[in-house]
């Protein structure tokens, strides 16, 4: 059962993958003609911002397919953590291909004072809007299979909302500008918004990088999680203590759980055989992520 949620959840997310990518491939060439045709650095900064993300959305779908991969001999316990890598190298992309070169339009800008006509004003400004709609549409499916399901631990789910975000706020950002910039005949303002647009893409560029970073060098599952599973272990009749309890993640459904912990006297190894296989499945029935236990068994010194 929980196999099956798991694969009808993927089939949700890659969806949603799919949806935002279409979407960032259509508006990222708008705004690449908009902005050509108008000179405008705000408008090509959004341009590199949907490239970026189009570019992002295709190393999720691959992380999807990947990370179903079964485990093998150089891989014992499967390919989870392919989501965190991909997770990490759509970061990294965020950065170099967006923030980068928005901070590049935004210097270029003020270096060289690009003049537009009216017309790629309007233009501009009409991309925008599409846009607008289009990264709105995007960013509320992906808001709803997170309220949905629960989510929000999906690094390619939490990747795109993140993408269609700062997509929102990024048009905002560079309508805000061009607009400001048509009333006022500086480019400042425009210069400013691709500014703007570059910090705000280095800093989620940031976030996403960091989080994949935990996931990718080892990180401890919820203290809720750790605590029931060393709940369940303290409640056994036959385990005197439970001397180191350690957990990782090894993917989004997948967890490795190592115990230490020394049984009362008395038992002999048949018995202390059937106790630990006895223990592994119950804690493998309470909590099915748990699907890696293994169980350090030592005899507690007689009184």
């Known amino acids: ?92 992309g965020i950065f170099v291909m967006g923030g980068c070169f928005s901070f590049y339009q935004g210097l270029h800008a003020l270096a060289t004072n690009p003049q537009e006509s009216h017309k790629g004003y309007v233009a501009g400004l009409a991309v925008l809007f599409v846009a607008l709609l289009a990264e709105g549409g995007s960013l509320l499916r ?15 789910l939490r990747t795109v909302i993140a993408e269609d975000s700062t997509a929102v706020l990024g048009v905002v950002l560079a309508m805000a500008g061009m607009a400001l910039h048509l009333i006022t005949g500086q480019v400042v303002w425009e210069a400013s918004a691709s500014l703007a647009i570059g910090a705000l893409l280095v800093y989620i560029a940031y976030r996403l990088g960091r989080e994949a970073r935990d996931r990718l060098i080892g990180e401890a599952v919820d203290p809720e999680l750790s605590g029931g599973i060393r709940e369940l272990l303290d409640d ?12 990782m993640r090894l993917g989004l459904d997948s967890t490795l759980v190592a115990a230490r912990v020394d049984l009362t006297p008395g038992f002999d190894s048949e018995e202390v055989e059937l106790i630990c296989v006895r223990i592994k499945r119950q804690i493998r029935e309470t909590w099915p992520e748990a699907d890696h236990v293994f169980l350090d068994i030592t005899e507690a010194p007689g009184d």
């Open 142 to 156: 992906a808001l709803h299979q997170m309220r949905k399901e629960k989510g929000a631990r999906d690094p390619a």
């Open 236 to 247: 056994q009749e036959e385990i005197h203590r439970v001397a180191a309890l350690l957990t």
């Open 1 to 92: 059962m929980t196999e099956m949620k798991r694969n009808h959840s993927d089939a949700k997310t890659r969806v949603t993958v799919l949806v935002a990518l279409a979407a960032n491939l259509v508006i990222a060439v708008a705004k690449a003609v908009g902005g050509l045709a108008a000179g405008s650095p705000a408008l090509l900064s959004e341009a590199a911002h949907s490239v970026a993300d189009s570019t992002n959305e295709v190393f999720l779908l691959i992380a999807l397919r990947r990370s179903h991969l079964p485990p093998d001999t150089r891989h014992p316990f499967g390919y989870g953590k392919e989501r965190y890598f991909w997770a990490l190298l759509a970061a990294v």
